[in-house]
Nanobody, 112 residues
Framework: VQLQASGGGSVQPGGSLRLSCAASGSTFSKNTIDWCRQAPGKQRELVARIGHGGSTTYADSVKGRFTISRDNAKNTVDLQMNSLKPEDTAVYYC???????WGQGTQVTVSS
């Protein structure tokens, strides 16, 4: 399985971005997928998680603003990010926790 993240960019506070994680491999739909982020000088943190059945969990800092979703037919997991704040600035990664597989990161910058 390989993971490919896309959709990052620069946005003003209050704006929105949608990240997408595309995966290869037939086992994708059977697995939990995470979106994580790493801000400068900080450790990576879990932002959102979606189970193979669609159950979701979120970090407290993004609840009500971010939504994770998956399309198993397309082998994608998206992260819709609304009401972005400067503290959301980070490199965002998708991750397959089953074997700790990480995709390459995509930069999100929130700044006025």
């Amino acid at each position: 399985v390989q993971l490919q993240a896309s959709g990052g960019g620069s946005v003003q506070p209050g704006g929105s971005l949608r990240l997408s994680c595309a995966a290869s491999g037939s086992t994708f739909s059977k697995n939990t997928i995470d979106w994580c982020r790493q801000a400068p000088g900080k450790q990576r943190e879990l932002v959102a998680r979606i189970g193979h059945g669609g159950s979701t969990t979120y970090a407290d800092s993004v609840k009500g603003r971010f939504t994770i979703s998956r399309d198993n037919a397309k082998n994608t997991v998206d992260l819709q990010m609304n009401s972005l704040k400067p503290e959301d600035t980070a490199v965002y990664y998708c991750r397959l926790p089953l074997n700790d597989l990480w995709g390459q990161g995509t930069q999100v910058t929130v700044s006025s």
